[in-house]
């Protein structure tokens, strides 16, 4: 596999993508609502924007209400403000009195960097073109309803990203021949079910189906493979020569999968809550086709059966999370929140991309992701009793 060097490290790495790039921008704009018309115009933003890849965590998106996103999710697998505690904690739902609907819409807008520091092509020579600087806006959407059937039990109903990512190169990138386009899309249908235990604990769960789709597109370099394999004076005669006749491959695979999710919440008083939730791996049988581009000249080199059109086979694992929040309203005005989590990384070793055609040679893409746990605290100052003031701070570290 051909080799990417940079001097930076990128932050808005795809699990598919071993290039570097520094993210530069990030910044979140969303609503937050619960009125029927707030509901109408969101599923219209909903469903014309669902497909659009999330960035948040590496590829883990954790922004699923404005309210999260204000205190950098600190607190939420214990608070339960509003319906979102779908996602960050079932158990929650039994702090939710009446029926609620809550959505978000997140916009992310992302500047980034690539700095070239000795990219090579595939006869090992360095690669030639542009350094694929570049911006990028997507939206995250989600939506979520609870409803109460008891002073006990509570049902909701999750709609949501819960991974993502896209990147998209000129065609002249100088890393174009592991990538010039990279995607994830997901959607989660997250049924949940919460139950209080005494007048302290709840539990309470849910079932996720999940959708995932990938793409990845990028370009061959077939006057270094006309090189290797024939040799350089027959393939100067046909016009081959490295870097000098690209051809394209378009990977395209889909796949539903299905995991769960448990959690806690003990209320130590009225002040005081104690959240833990996990969400389990999930995995992904992915299947799909790959489409290959060869210009004219380099015809001969499909002679044996290679780059022709055919079906792929593929696996991909999301990680598990496991979070433990607190939150504790320190007077009337003034809550602080803290969240832990740990996420599974480690499922991310390698992909496999298995071609339905034999004379294909299979790949195996190394992403050597490791483990990675998240701190962060945040508060909530309420000035009236509908006004706030909300900030909050993370910090991921990576395990070894």
């Known amino acids: 596999m051909d080799r990417i060097d940079s001097s930076e490290n990128e ?11 520094r993210t530069r921008t990030r910044l979140r704009v969303g609503f937050f609502g619960k009125s029927p ?28 209400s404005a309210g999260a996103s204000s205190v950098s999710t600190a607190g939420e697998t214990a608070i339960a403000e509003d319906a979102t505690t779908i996602y960050y904690n079932a158990a929650g739902m039994t702090l939710l009195q009446r029926p609620e609907i809550s959505s978000t819409t997140p916009i992310i807008f992302l500047s980034s960097q690539f700095q070239n520091a000795g990219t090579t092509a595939g006869l090992g020579d360095a690669a030639h073109g542009s350094n694929g600087n570049k911006k990028q806006s997507f939206t995250i959407p989600s939506i979520f309803a609870t409803l109460p059937l008891s002073d006990r039990v509570t049902v909701g109903l999750g709609l949501f990203i819960p991974f993502g990512q896209a990147n998209t190169y000129p065609d002249n990138w100088v890393g174009r021949y592991q990538l010039q386009k990279t995607s994830l899309e997901t959607i989660d249908i997250d049924p949940a079910i919460a139950y209080r235990l005494t007048d302290s604990l709840s539990v309470g769960g849910g079932i996720d189906v999940q959708y995932a789709h990938i793409v990845r597109n990028n370009a061959l370099d077939l006057g270094a493979l006309c090189v290797a394999t024939i040799g350089p004076n027959p393939c100067a005669g046909l016009g081959l020569g490295p870097q000098g006749a690209d051809g394209r491959q378009l990977v395209t695979a889909a796949n539903w999968g299905v995991g769960v999710n448990v ?34 000249i380099a ?10 059109n055919t079906g792929v086979r593929s696996s991909l694992t999301f990680p598990d999370v496991i979070a ?40 195996t893409l190394p992403l050597h992701w490791k483990n990675s746990i998240r701190f962060a605290v945040g508060g909530i100052y309420s000035i009236t009793d509908n006004i706030g003031l909300r900030a909050g701070v993370s910090n991921s570290l990576e395990l070894d």
Do not use: C, M
């Open 299 to 308: 015809a001969p080199l499909t002679a044996g059966g290679l780059f022709q």
């Open 263 to 296: 959690g806690l919440l003990y209320v130590l008083d009225d002040a005081t809550h104690v959240g833990l939730n996990y969400r389990s791996a999930v995995r992904h049988d992915l299947a799909g086709t790959a489409i290959f581009q060869i210009p004219a």
């Open 11 to 21: 932050l808005s790495a795809f699990v598919l993508e071993p290039l570097a790039g």
């Open 37 to 64: 018309l707030l509901l109408l115009a969101f599923l219209v933003v909903f469903f014309a924007h669902a497909s659009h890849p999330a960035l948040a965590g590496a590829f883990l998106n954790q922004t699923q």
């Open 324 to 363: 433990l929040g607190i939150s504790h309203k320190l007077n009337d005005r003034l809550t602080i929140l803290a969240d832990l989590d740990w996420t599974g990384w480690h499922r991310l070793s390698q992909l496999n991309v298995d071609f339905a055609n034999p004379a294909q040679p299979d790949e």
